[in-house]
């Protein structure tokens, strides 16, 4: 599926731009894979509707865990859309896959 890969992602913060790898495979509707950062390596699960992809996870921040929920859509080897960071709101997201 065009949704499969890996992506180098970055994530509008309020603490600034934050980047990851983020590794996606599609089976059928679920969807699952790992998401990478400086702050360790989690694994995802969600789900995918044709080209629109959604999944969670939970971090172990500086500010203690945080839920991040993302949404957002592939489209050719760009993945773009929005995570809500906990009781921070919501930010854009843009990657390209590698």
């Not at 939970?58 to 773009?80: A, C, H, Q, R």
């Amino acid at each position: 599926m065009a949704i499969d890969g890996t992506y180098n992602i970055e994530i509008d913060t309020p603490m600034g731009k934050q980047e990851a790898k983020l590794n996606m495979k599609a089976d059928g509707n679920k969807l699952t894979g790992t998401m990478e950062n400086d702050m360790g390596k989690n694994d995802i699960t969600g789900t995918t509707k044709g080209n629109d992809v959604s999944w969670g996870l939970e971090i172990n921040s500086p500010m203690g865990n945080m839920k991040l929920e993302f949404n957002g859509k592939v489209s050719g080897d760009e993945i773009t859309g929005e995570v809500k960071i906990g009781s921070f709101g919501s930010s854009h997201f843009k990657g390209i896959k590698v």
